[in-house]
């Protein structure tokens, strides 16, 4: 479990390659600091996918992803030098300062519009149908890892409002229009919909 707030911005160290059954390896840098805090077999947020660490070392980790994983998420298009959001697994003791994040990815969103402003920046997303029921206004998303509050809600789209801090603590100061995104739904919408449609209280 993660809260959407980022540890700090790591970099991809050596070009992703293949590994068993379809999957990839990645290699990340990272701050001495953040990696003496993982172990192998922890859970690592990467840009909003959760993942598991195979190795480390003083200022690396090192995942694999399988297919169904690549399938959903933006890992595909990671190459060396490629910025990753980090966030460690939420420890218990530890405040919840953003909201309830899996680091399990629902999909692809797009970069609709960006709109800088004086040190801030609005960014609005594609929003496909099939999530348009998970999403409200002044309720929460994550992307790429980044837990965030809807500002505007369309039909097609929704807007948030990114300050200057989260501008330069995450990847999201470098997100440009067309640019592709991981999207998690907030669980609890999730739950709510899914609970409804047993019911019959709302299609299939």
Not at 62 to 67: C, H, L, Q, V
Not at 130 to 150: N, P
Request: one cysteine or more.
């Amino acid at each position: 479990m993660f809260t959407g707030l980022v540890s700090e911005i790591g970099q991809l160290i050596e070009e992703p390659r293949s590994s068993s059954e379809g999957g990839r390896r990645f290699v990340i840098g990272l701050s001495e600091s953040l990696a003496a805090r993982l172990e192998v077999g922890d859970s690592l947020a990467i840009s909003g996918v959760c993942l598991t660490i195979t190795d480390r070392g003083r200022e690396w980790c090192a995942i694999e992803a399988g297919p169904e994983t690549l399938s959903r998420t933006t890992l595909n298009d990671f190459e060396k030098g490629t910025p990753v959001n980090l966030e460690p697994a939420l420890r218990m003791g530890e405040a919840l300062g953003g909201h309830w994040v899996q680091g399990h990815v629902d999909g692809i969103l797009e970069v609709s519009y960006r709109r800088d402003l004086e040190g801030h920046r609005e960014i609005s997303f594609s929003l496909p149908a099939a999530y348009q029921s998970f999403v409200v206004e002044k309720g929460s998303v994550t992307i790429d890892g980044v837990s965030l509050t809807v500002a505007r809600l369309d039909p097609n789209l929704f807007e948030v409002a990114l300050i200057p801090h989260t501008l330069a603590a995450t990847t999201l100061g470098l997100l440009n229009v067309g640019d592709r995104v991981n999207y998690e739904a907030d669980v609890l919408a999730k739950y709510v919909q899914r609970a409804l449609t047993v019911a019959g209280a709302i299609p299939s």
